[in-house]
């Protein structure tokens, strides 16, 4: 058996005879690259060695980022796929669960800059809405107590590391996010509930098929992790809002 036999697979959600849809899991790399030259492991090599299809991203998830992540079967139908992509025809729906009490909604119109912290900023938007609440009765600093909310995150545009960048931007950083997160918060989290992973989700993409318009609503389930934290606060039922 080779190690990618050996290799736990990864979830198909969606395949037709021109797209593919994987339910990625948190902490695997997309693809190769320059910043990743001692890894060995990537999504893309996994699920095309599964599928035995060749295949073309239509778009990427950070490493730590968890849920819907599409991929065509030919270099046409990526191109297709991208150009929805560039103009906001595709609308994608993430979980997220971050530091503190937001607003019911809002929005964060905030320029980010690309991978290279010093290129010039690009406009950036993300809508978001609180689904849930809840604290936990641990001091830490001058609070006796903790607060944390389960947010849904519509961004509209699709800037490197978005809704991470603009979470923290409104000092509500997500829970588990090393690189844009609060580490007092990780810390407390990998402690007393055992959680070592960033709790940001791709739940839901919608899109027009590229090849016959039909309107696409593909979703990823929620992993174990993902189960434990909502069964912890209470906080299933508001998935359903």
């Not at 297709?80 to 503190?100: I, N, P, Q, S």
């Not at 609503?217 to 993902?226: H, I, V």
Request: aromatic share 8%; hydrophobic share 40%; proline share 5%.
């Amino acid at each position: 058996m080779t190690e990618m036999a050996a290799q736990e697979s990864i979830e198909i959600i969606y395949e037709d005879t021109d797209l593919l849809a994987v339910n990625k899991p948190a902490g695997l790399l997309v693809h190769r690259s320059k910043i990743a030259n001692d890894e060995t492991d990537f999504l893309l090599d996994r699920i095309k060695e599964q599928s035995g299809a060749n295949l073309y991203l239509a778009h990427r998830l950070d490493r730590a980022t968890s849920g819907v992540l599409l991929l065509a079967k030919s270099r046409e139908v990526a191109g297709e796929l991208g150009r929805l992509f560039m103009a906001r025809d595709v609308t994608k729906r993430y979980l997220a669960v971050v530091r503190g009490w937001p607003e019911p909604d809002g929005v964060i119109d905030y320029p980010l800059s690309d991978v290279r912290e010093r290129s010039p900023r690009k406009p950036a938007l993300t809508r978001w809405r609180t689904l849930a609440t809840a604290t936990l009765p641990i001091e830490m600093g001058r609070y006796p107590e903790q607060r944390y909310a389960l947010v849904e995150a519509l961004p509209e545009t699709g800037r490197y590391r978005q809704i991470r960048k603009h979470f923290h931007h409104v000092s509500h950083h997500i829970v588990g996010d090393t690189s844009h997160g609060r580490g007092d918060h990780n810390r407390l989290w990998r402690i007393h509930l055992g959680m070592h992973r960033m709790l940001l989700h791709a739940g839901r993409i919608e899109f027009a098929h590229p090849r016959s318009g039909e309107r696409l609503c593909l979703e990823a389930p929620l992993g174990a992790e993902w189960q434990r934290v909502l069964a912890h606060f209470d906080w299933t039922g508001a998935l359903n809002c």
